[in-house]
């Protein structure tokens, strides 16, 4: 079970609000023409943040104890970070249509 | 010793080493899951992100009413995420009729959520988009990648307005206890979660 150290629910609604703010910011970006990989970039940027935040106040992981918290997340981020080792080969099939 | 349980096996009574995470098995079990869901998640929006690079011309097919009716649906979605710790709370507390409340109107938020979606997803059918044809002539995979990765989202907000319908159920015939409606919260969080990726990837990058 969680801690007693849990935030009022006032405080739970201001983190929803502060979700919403990020929403909102993002899809400003996305009106502003930026090229698609500064727009990609700056989305997964505030979409991690995002998932931090719900992580760790939604989800209530920071009142739990630590241990939890370094057993789950190093190891997914390190799983979901190795699935970007194919990448390349699409970089590569994006050359080879303009070489054609 | 503090961190062990008693528990009694077979007429004898022993000493158990308690868990070193603080938590009951169901919600560890429930964190297990959601890393391998997490995993699951991460595998589609990086084929996604794969046939997207990969691709000559990609369809943008989302215009500025999709991307507001995207942003509702994330309203309702975190809403619900708060109506959700609403109901933890009450059971923590004790309070059956406000467990019951919380957890209704959570699984209406759900339910408006999946309606919004399959509008969206009627909409672009009804444009022309298949999983497999893109009615604009560019990359027919964005059909595919898109009511994959919606439709596995939305299967899991179904499944989620199922379970706590169970689980209200059974907490209000006194069946299941706070842990079991703390757990499903846990899952209902994280669909919240996966859909803060699947709403920047799928719909902003997508927009016209």
């Excluded at chain 2, 994330?74 to 923590?92: F, G, H, K, N, P």
């Excluded at chain 2, 319908?165 to 919260?185: C, K, L, M, N, P």
Aim: glycine letters at 10%.
């Amino acid at each position: 079970m969680s801690s007693n150290r849990e935030l009022a629910m006032s405080s739970y609604v201001g983190i929803a609000v502060g979700l919403m703010v990020i929403v909102g910011i993002e899809v400003i970006l996305t009106y502003q023409h930026l090229p698609p990989r500064t727009l990609l970039f700056c989305l997964l940027c505030l979409a991690c943040l995002e998932a931090f935040a719900a992580v760790m106040y939604l989800m209530h992981v920071k009142y739990e104890k630590p241990i939890l918290f370094w057993t789950i997340f190093p190891a997914t981020l390190l799983v979901l970070g190795f699935l970007c080792y194919l990448l390349p080969d699409a970089f590569r099939m994006a050359s080879m249509r303009l070489l054609r | 010793m503090n961190q062990s349980e008693l528990a009694v096996v077979g007429g004898h009574s022993i000493e158990m080493e308690a868990s070193p995470y603080g938590i009951e098995k169901k919600k560890l079990g429930m964190w297990v899951f959601i890393v391998s869901d997490a995993c699951t998640f991460g595998a589609f929006l990086f084929a996604y992100g794969y046939m997207r690079i990969g691709a000559p011309v990609w369809g943008t097919p989302f215009e500025f009413s999709s991307i507001m009716n995207g942003v509702l649906m994330t309203t309702i979605l975190l809403s619900s995420s708060l109506t959700m710790l609403a109901a933890v709370r009450s059971a923590q507390a004790g309070d059956k009729a406000a467990v019951g409340k919380w957890l209704g109107v959570t699984m209406l938020l759900g339910a408006a959520f999946a309606a919004l979606h399959l509008r969206e997803w009627f909409k672009l059918i009804g444009e022309g988009w298949r999983l497999f044809y893109n009615p604009t002539g560019g990359a027919a995979q964005f059909g595919a990648t898109f009511f994959s990765v919606t439709g596995l989202h939305l299967t899991h907000v179904v499944s989620g307005v199922i379970a706590l319908a169970f689980i209200g159920r059974g907490y209000s015939q006194g069946r299941y206890d706070e842990s079991h409606v703390e757990t499903a919260g846990l899952y209902w969080h994280f669909v919240d979660l996966v859909w803060m990726f699947v709403f920047p990837l799928m719909y902003l990058m997508n927009a016209r």
